[in-house]
């Protein structure tokens, strides 16, 4: 078995001789969407979704591919989830759908209007079966946590994930029965799917969106209050005209604060409303504390907080005049 390392989450795959539809098996704490791309009689193919419940197995999009053909794989996770989407990929870019597709030798997304997204290439021993993980390696533990993550996620009290069964469990199912008036018994996929409803009903627009009013495009910054202290972490590119969600989990008031640059030619124009001084990096960075940036290596710059929250979530906007000092006040006498 080879295992390979993505982001924090990792693929492994079973070793075994090709054959034209690989099985998937879903070993994560997560409900997963999986795309596959292969080589197909004239072009490259490329089509999803296929979705795993936790501790699932299934089959992907036939693959047509003729013998020695490449064949790649791209994994996300449900919009369910606090903390925002997982992703399973490696280094090959492909365009995706956000609903059911399948194409054959697009290059440019954007006129479909689709997303690209970089799949992993498996190899020929790799084809036959794939084993999605995440670094807990639940293995057949992963039926159970994921009923505690969904559990989690649509609001219930589970403090732990770890895939074993017990009585906080047994009493956040009962709770949720007991919320939507429906006993599931022994349904497992049916509750699942409920839960999976509930919980992107409740957290899909958690978080913080930060929107681009300006004239430029904007880099921009968030720092937040995290149980062990202060975090800032940047950056993200945010074009005129557009949203994008920067944190992806409820906020509580007073606890986040978001900086951001106007691209506006070769030198970026720093905002010049912000009220709380945070550390930041010129390139991507995650720095923890809020004080002596400096004396770490990080500059140190005024961030500005953002709405108060409402169901754990707001949006901040920015426009030209967060980037424009104000005039100053003539000098008496002055000319």
Not at 4 to 22: D, E, M
Not at 145 to 164: K, V
Request: some cysteine; glycine content about 10%; hydrophobic content about 40%.
């Amino acid at each position: 078995m080879i295992k390979t390392s993505l982001s924090a989450c990792a693929l492994v795959i079973a070793l075994s001789a090709p054959v034209l539809a690989g099985e998937v098996c879903n070993e994560t704490s997560f409900v997963v969407e999986i795309a596959t791309a292969w080589d197909g009689e004239n072009a490259m193919t490329v089509a999803g979704w296929t979705r795993l419940r936790p501790g699932e197995c299934g089959e992907t999009q036939p693959r047509t591919a003729p013998e020695g053909g490449s064949v790649f794989l791209y994994a996300r996770s449900s919009d369910a989830y606090l903390g925002g989407v997982r992703e399973w990929r490696g280094a090959h870019p492909f365009c995706v759908g956000d609903d059911t597709f399948s194409y054959e030798g697009v290059q440019d997304c954007l006129p479909l209007g689709m997303q690209e997204r970089h799949f992993r290439q498996l190899s020929a021993d790799e084809i036959t079966r794939t084993i999605l993980v995440e670094p807990s390696n639940f293995g057949e533990r992963a039926d159970e946590a994921g009923l505690q993550r969904l559990l989690q996620s649509a609001g219930y009290d589970i403090r732990n994930i770890d895939g074993y069964a017990g009585r906080r469990t047994t009493r956040a199912v009962s709770a949720f029965e007991g919320d939507v008036d429906q006993q599931f018994g022994s349904n497992r996929a049916g509750l699942m799917d409920a839960l999976e409803r509930a919980a992107i009903a409740r957290n899909a627009s958690a978080g913080l969106s930060i929107c681009n009013d300006a004239s430029a495009p904007l880099a921009v910054a968030v720092a937040r209050l995290r149980p062990e202290g202060w975090q800032s972490k940047g950056w993200w590119r945010i074009e005129t005209g557009t949203c994008e969600r920067t944190i992806a989990a409820r906020l509580s008031a007073n606890e986040t604060f978001a900086y951001a640059m106007r691209i506006d030619g070769d030198t970026p124009e720093p905002m010049v409303t912000g009220t709380q001084g945070f550390c930041l990096a010129p390139a991507r960075f995650l720095a923890e504390g809020e004080n002596e940036c400096e004396a770490r290596g990080y500059q140190s710059a005024q961030f500005r907080a953002v709405p108060a929250p409402e169901n754990g979530a707001t949006i901040l906007r920015f426009n030209d005049s967060d980037f424009v000092s104000a005039p100053q006040p003539r000098q008496a006498g002055g000319q």
